[in-house]
T-cell receptor, first 116, second 113 residues
């Protein structure tokens, strides 16, 4: 059971370049999300999805796009990278239980992105 | 919208001493509450969670947390810390269907030998 897998683990981009951070989970979780972690800021929610075809914005969505075409995958796209997007990015997934949507988040190992 | 406040950015305790990390939340419905730990350069590990029922929740590594609805708090405690507990701790609130999990800014725990 691989859990939540993020690729790549490290990436350096030049300002203005675009790229996609990949996230895949094999636990059949409905809920997937992306966070960025910056020193002193904790984890801030970028985008999230409660199922295939459904996405919504989190706290800091500007400069990022997401789509959810399958249950397993939730890629995060940086349209035109900026130095302010230098951060560690975490993907997380969650599941509903029989008593409702009481969930905990399972995290990937993170992607460290540097924009120069 | 929900929010989480962790008032202490850094806490330093001596090894063997007791620990309490504070967490206050704001949420319009019955909260689901979590504590996660992150060791340097690592991902996040769930310590414990509160969904309903008993307000004192036991977690891994000897941690416990108490949900106090009247104070909107979910403080993390450990009776005796070990050097290996040095890490960053995050409190989070959420999620229910069509909702999201929001994290606090974290508390970094330092352990004195």
């Amino acid at each position: 059971n691989a859990g939540v897998t993020q690729t790549p683990k490290f990436q350096v981009l030049k300002t203005g370049q675009s790229m996609t951070l990949q996230c895949a989970q094999d636990m059949n979780h409905e809920y997937m999300s992306w966070y960025r972690q910056d020193p002193g800021m904790g984890l801030r929610l970028i985008h999230y999805s409660v199922g295939a075809g459904i996405t919504d914005q989190g706290e800091v969505p500007n400069g990022y796009n997401v789509s959810r075409s399958t249950t397993e995958d939730f890629p995060l796209r940086l349209l035109s990278a900026a130095p302010s997007q230098t951060s560690v990015y975490f993907c997380a997934s969650s599941y509903p239980t029989g008593t409702g949507y009481d969930t905990e988040a399972f995290f990937g190992q993170g992607t460290r992105l540097t924009v120069v | 919208a929900q929010s989480v406040t962790q008032p202490d950015i850094h806490i330093t305790v001596s090894e063997g001493a007791s620990l309490e990390l504070r967490c206050n939340y704001s949420y319009g419905a019955t909260p689901y509450l979590f504590w996660y730990v992150q060791s340097p350069g690592q991902g996040l590990q769930l310590l414990l969670k509160y969904f309903s029922g008993d307000t004192l929740v036991q977690g891994i590594k000897g941690f416990e947390a108490e949900f106090k609805r009247s104070q909107s708090s979910f403080n993390l405690r450990k009776p005796s810390v070990h050097w290996s507990d040095a890490a960053e701790y995050f409190c989070a609130v959420g999620a229910r269907r069509d909702d999201k999990i929001i994290f606090g800014k974290g508390t970094r725990l330092h352990i004195l030998p």
